[in-house]
């Protein structure tokens, strides 16, 4: 299983739903299966877009750079924007986009905050983890940010966070998240 | 290419002896269509893809023709066993549009009321008319749904008409390089070429079967335009760049000089010698008329209101006459319907004729989602899980 079932849970049986950087569709797969919901996913890679197809998952293919002006205003109940937010240049722009399209958003992304991200960067390096495998010079993740930076631009946005906790290792971390989890997780709607 | 060839095939005609209205308020009393079909059609008559042509071509979309070399349908890349539109699989029906010149009633058959050939009479025709005629066609295979309609360019605007106006009569609707209407400067290519064929002396305003002659010079230079529109600067540059037929230039305002104009002259002489100057003139027609939105307020979203079928839409990065903004437009019609759509957007260096080649990201998405057409049929009840949580 390639998406995490805390996350999935997130998501109201019956919602419209729009997955911001799908993948192979397996997270859209399971809710329409499995919790009656509708939707499309969005994605760049064309190996991504085949398996989608291949599943039966409507996907449309672009670059979220690009933005989502083929939306309307609040067209879906939930939109998904899972381990994507770090890799675009104008992240906040899409995180406003992901609130006008969606009446409620769903972010996940890694959490640099991490103690061992932090303890490397205390011995003077960048940090190379399992949730950020890459070295500094060829990493996709061009943003980086914590936990406790995404509540920040949250309120800067006004956007009201629903739910919020950490994921490290597929298990929900509630406890100090910004210290003890590889992966933030948002649940936000407009204010 | 992966797959085979669906081997050596012959046409049908199919007769229709019931008028057809058509858009513009005549109507063709009676009328003839060519068919090629592969495949099997299956006992519940679920698997049939109906395969809509673009501008130059016909029913023969796929397989050979006994004892003639190069013989291969136009898509023949894309249609067979093991192929993306496998025929193991499915049952897949080509036709030739009315007003066609490789023999469907068109403009060089008899008009029956006056027992001499139609040429410049023959009644204008539109995508909707096409699609009535299909729709007849497919009604006498005894299909009442069809598992897809499949078209690229014009052949992409009969397969949304398809899905507007007989939206209970397909299950999928793929539509490929093509656009809800043509911008101006694509009517505007149209008009050039038009011209071209209309001024040539040798046209006689379009009674020249008569006059034992055909307007080669305006169907070449039809055609030569044409060509440019189809490919993309890249490509052209990367074929033809600058290159020189002879050895060194010649100084001449009139002789062939560079390789491009020896391959658009090539290009031309060989269309004038097949093609027919009334079917072009009717066919460019019929791309300028197609305007769902129109009928809307210049709605698209509106148009698509009436639409059912499952969607795949798919443009090609460097195709400039049908861009992938044009598509875009009718995926967001279609989101905003909240039908179901996939979209690619495929990136590939060919331009407009695209479509038509062998690309294998382009075939890839083709076969992906023949696949998923495949599963559907196989397992109807698999994919209702719309709305139902199991």
């Known amino acids: 299983m390639s998406f995490d079932p805390a996350i999935a849970a997130l998501v109201p049986p019956g919602s419209r739903v729009l997955d911001l950087g799908c993948g192979t569709g397996e997270l859209l797969e399971h809710l329409i299966k499995h919790k009656g919901c509708s939707g499309y996913g969005v994605e760049l890679d064309d190996a991504n877009l085949l398996a989608c197809m291949k599943r039966g998952v409507s996907v449309i293919q672009r670059n979220l750079e690009e933005g989502l002006a083929i939306f309307e205003d609040q067209s879906f109940d939930v939109v998904l924007q899972l381990e994507t937010l770090q890799n675009l240049r104008n992240a ?7 609130a006008r399209v969606g009446k409620m958003g769903i972010v996940s992304f890694p959490n640099f905050a991490h103690w061992p991200n932090r303890l490397q960067v205390l011995f003077g390096r960048m940090p190379v983890t399992r949730a950020l495998p890459y070295e500094w010079y060829d990493t996709p993740n061009i943003r980086v940010g914590t936990y406790a930076d995404f509540g920040v631009l949250a309120r800067k946005n006004r956007l009201k966070i629903l739910d919020s906790f950490g994921l490290q290792n597929g298990e929900v971390v509630r406890s100090r998240p910004n210290l003890m989890a590889s992966v933030a997780v948002f649940k936000f709607e407009r204010e | 290419m992966t797959g085979r060839s669906v081997g050596d095939v012959s046409p049908q005609s199919f007769h229709f002896d019931e008028p057809l209205p058509l858009r513009s308020g005549a109507s063709l009393p009676a009328y003839d269509l060519m068919v090629e079909t592969y495949g099997q059609l299956n006992a519940e008559r679920s698997n049939a893809v109906l395969v809509c042509h673009a501008l130059n071509a016909s029913h023969h979309v796929a397989g050979t023709y006994a004892g003639q070399a190069r013989s291969e349908g136009w898509w023949d890349n894309l249609i067979g066993p093991g192929k993306a539109l496998d025929t193991d699989k499915f049952f897949v029906i080509g036709v030739n549009n009315l007003g066609s010149c490789f023999g469907s009633t068109g403009p060089m058959h008899v008009n029956p009321a006056t027992g001499k050939a139609w040429g410049a009479d023959f009644p204008v025709v539109t995508v909707q008319d096409w699609v009535d005629a299909q729709a007849r066609l497919v009604e006498r295979f005894g299909i009442l749904k069809l598992a897809a309609v499949l078209g690229g360019s014009l052949g992409g605007m009969q397969a949304l008409d398809w899905a ?10 793929i539509a490929i390089a093509t656009a809800p209407n043509l911008s101006a400067q694509n009517i505007a290519f149209n008009e050039v070429a038009r011209r071209a064929i209309v001024t040539d002396p040798d046209f006689h305003g379009g009674h020249f079967y008569e ?17 440019i529109t189809y490919l993309s600067d890249d490509v052209m540059a990367e074929k033809f760049g600058r290159e020189l037929k002879g050895s060194a230039l010649g100084y001449s305002t009139q002789e062939i000089e560079f390789q491009i104009e020896s391959y658009l002259r090539y290009q031309g002489d060989k269309f004038s010698d097949y093609f027919d100057a009334n079917t072009y003139l009717l066919i460019t027609r019929a791309l300028d008329y197609f305007d769902p939105a129109a009928e809307h307020g210049g709605d698209l979203t509106r148009a698509f209101g009436s639409a059912r079928a499952k969607f795949l839409v798919a443009s090609f990065t460097t195709d400039w006459r049908f861009s992938p903004a044009r598509s875009r437009e009718i995926v967001k019609a279609l989101l905003d319907n909240r039908l179901d759509v996939s979209y690619a957007e495929i990136d590939a260096p060919h331009g407009h004729d695209a479509f038509l080649l062998d690309d294998p990201r382009y075939h890839g998405v083709l076969r992906a989602y023949f696949e998923r057409i495949a599963t559907e049929l196989e397992r109807p009840a698999a994919v209702q899980f719309k709305g139902m949580a199991i």
Do not use: F, N, Q
């Open chain 2, 164 to 173: 507007l106006r007989y939206p209970e009569r397909l299950s999928h609707c």
């Open chain 1, 92 to 98: 906040e722009a899409m995180l406003k986009e992901t």
């Open chain 2, 211 to 227: 006059h034992g002659v055909v307007p080669k010079r305006g169907l070449r230079v039809a055609r030569m335009i044409g060509h």
